[in-house]
């Protein structure tokens, strides 16, 4: 489970510690918005975060549904996984064609909703790539 | 640990014609309302239905208030649940749901679960012209507001940023009070805890692994404990996962009778997600020809990074549930010893058949659930213990 007092890195400590602070002042786009932030500064020092392009109208129906690798017998996932920042709520995350990435705002003001689940998503993000090293060059 | 079914009300097209059969939908309503109260007497504890719109073959369950009060007048104990309302005003006015949940709960005689949720697809959202990047606001706005109604006499009003209304005193009021235990559906992680924050349930449709959900379930109870400013007057602090299920005495039965529903499930999931033709498209004979052709391939067993991708990449897949009683109650356990409260199957999907699916809810209701109920007061004292210094009242099922 992550926390935030689980993150040795000092700023990104930092950072967190203020988007939390502002969801508990009730500044819900300025926490919305500093998550965005840690994303892009995460990614920065971690391309190898960057995730691979995906595009749902590609990727449906012709794949992923498990065919035919649900004709194994193997049952369940295969643990956790990364993710993508979320593709909803009105902060877009997006990358060029050298995987460049930058943020678009959809809207100026963000919800209780919203912030809290940026801020869960990017908490959960940096622990995690805390854990997992970047591959060596 | 309790346990539920979960209806999306999937009717494959035939594959052998462009549309469904005049008596189609009609049998499946009919046949899902037999299986609803075959469940209630077995002992099952809760049947959720979506709220999808225009979702061809994937989920004929448009206006589930009707089906679900149809089902609570079938039976007496069973839990009546919306799996979920679409929230945003667009697709339904807040007044009009508290009305119709108020109304489903005097009928049930106290049993709706509300579960509240967004609306998925642009199939779906772009029907009412509702966007990706309002809807999860207009959620929230929707969900605090229509509480209100179900329990303020009068409503006082409300001018906000997707809908505003006068004073009025929205009636009847449910018989739950203040109002019904309430969830989210989440299918990420970032949404259960969203429930957590708001004091509310979570609906967990990422098709979570036992890991996965133990690591929910530490962050989430962590924050519902912290709760300060619940959606509703009540909290529901629980979170479920659901799974493609099928019970039969041995596990090649079990695949036989319900690996290609589970696989229709996430191809017609991954479906609605595309280029959708609507009312021309024949997915299940795309999915049969798919299917056979990919029978000669070998399997290929990585996992999508995209938690969304990875939750339609295991909806398709056989999961933890296809089996036999062993193995079902081998994998159930790990989600017992992860304290999660209550699971959900999905049993009726795909072609599967009306007797199958009678067979196996009454295959684990008597070899599977009994030992799972006997041990949910020990589960209770521990979310007890987790919830120990909770301010506000609750109102839970689980």
């Known amino acids: 489970m992550a926390r935030i007092s689980d993150v040795q890195d000092d700023g990104f400590r930092t950072s967190l510690e203020e988007a939390d602070q502002a969801i508990g002042d009730g500044e819900y786009t300025k926490a919305a918005r500093k998550c965005a932030e840690i994303y892009l500064n995460l990614l920065e020092k971690r391309p190898d975060l960057i995730p691979p392009p995906f595009d749902w109208s590609r990727a449906a129906p012709q794949a992923q549904t498990g065919l035919p690798a649900s004709q194994s017998r193997a049952a369940g996932?295969?643990?956790?996984r990364r993710q993508g920042w979320p593709g909803q709520g009105g902060i877009r995350v997006i990358f060029d064609e050298q995987r460049k990435p930058s943020v678009?705002?959809?809207?100026?003001?963000?919800?209780?909703?919203?912030?809290?689940?940026?801020?869960?998503?990017?908490?959960?993000?940096?622990?995690?790539?805390?854990?997992e090293p970047a591959p060596a060059e | 640990m309790k346990f539920g079914l979960f209806y999306e009300l999937q009717l494959p097209r035939p594959a052998d014609r462009d549309q469904w059969r005049d008596d189609d939908e009609g049998r499946l309503i009919q046949e899902t309302l037999e299986q609803v109260e075959f469940a209630d007497k077995l002992g099952f504890d809760y049947?959720?239905?979506?709220?999808?719109?225009?979702l061809e073959e994937y989920a004929h369950s448009s206006a589930p208030e009707v089906v679900l009060a149809a089902a609570a007048a079938r039976t007496k104990n069973i839990r009546i649940g919306h799996g979920i309302v679409q929230m945003p005003p667009k697709q339904n006015h807040p007044a009009r749901v508290a009305e119709r949940?108020?109304?489903?709960?005097?009928?049930?005689?106290?049993?709706?679960?509300?579960?509240?949720?967004?609306?998925?697809?642009n199939t779906e959202l772009g029907g009412f012209l509702t966007t990706q990047t309002e809807k999860k606001e207009a959620w929230e706005e929707s969900t605090r507001e229509c509480l209100r109604?179900?329990?303020?006499?009068?409503?006082p009003g409300h001018e906000g940023k997707y809908f505003s209304m006068p004073e009025r005193n929205v009636i009847p009021k449910p018989l739950q009070k203040p109002h019904p235990p309430v969830w989210v559906a989440a299918s990420r992680r970032e949404t259960v805890m969203i429930a957590a924050r708001f004091?509310?349930?979570?609906?967990?449709?990422?098709?979570?692994?036992?890991?996965?959900?133990?690591?929910?379930?530490?962050?989430?109870?962590?924050?519902?404990?912290?709760?300060?400013?619940?959606?509703?007057?009540?909290?529901?602090?629980?979170?479920?996962?659901?799974?493609?299920m099928m019970c039969?005495?041995?596990?090649?039965?079990?695949?036989?009778?319900?690996?290609?529903?589970?696989?229709?499930?996430?191809?017609?999931?991954g479906w609605t997600h595309g280029a959708v033709k609507h009312g021309r498209d024949n997915v299940y004979r795309e999915f049969r020809q798919r299917y056979d052709a990919a029978a000669a391939e070998a399997p290929v067993e990585v996992e999508p990074e995209d938690e969304g991708a990875r939750t339609l990449y295991r909806a398709g897949r056989r999961g933890l549930f296809i089996g036999s009683p062993d193995f079902i109650r081998e994998n159930l356990r790990r989600y017992e010893d992860a304290h999660v409260d209550a699971v959900l199957f999905f049993l009726q999907c795909g072609d599967r058949k009306h007797e199958h699916i009678m067979e196996s809810?009454?295959?684990?209701?008597?070899?599977?659930?009994p030992e799972f109920q006997e041990r949910h007061r020990k589960h209770q004292k521990w979310r007890g213990q987790q919830l120990d210094g909770v301010k506000f009242p609750i109102n839970s099922t689980i």
Not at chain 2, 47 to 54: D, I, K, L, S
């Open chain 2, 149 to 155: 109604m179900m329990s303020e006499t009068p409503y």
């Open chain 1, 77 to 80: 996932g295969q643990g956790m």
């Open chain 2, 248 to 269: 039969a005495p041995t596990d090649e039965e079990a695949v036989e009778k319900g690996l290609r529903g589970a696989q229709f499930f996430g191809f017609s999931f």
């Open chain 1, 104 to 131: 678009t705002y959809e809207k100026p003001d963000f919800s209780f909703s919203e912030a809290a689940y940026y801020f869960e998503f990017i908490m959960d993000e940096v622990v995690r790539a805390q854990r």
């Open chain 2, 47 to 54: 049947v959720f239905e979506v709220e999808h719109h225009f």
């Open chain 2, 101 to 121: 949940v108020a109304t489903l709960d005097l009928v049930s005689n106290g049993r709706v679960e509300f579960g509240t949720g967004e609306g998925a697809t």
């Open chain 2, 361 to 369: 809810m009454e295959l684990f209701a008597k070899q599977v659930m």
């Open chain 2, 199 to 244: 004091g509310i349930g979570a609906l967990g449709f990422g098709f979570e692994t036992p890991d996965e959900a133990e690591d929910r379930v530490a962050r989430y109870y962590e924050l519902v404990s912290q709760c300060r400013n619940p959606i509703g007057k009540a909290m529901n602090p629980a979170l479920v996962t659901v799974g493609n």
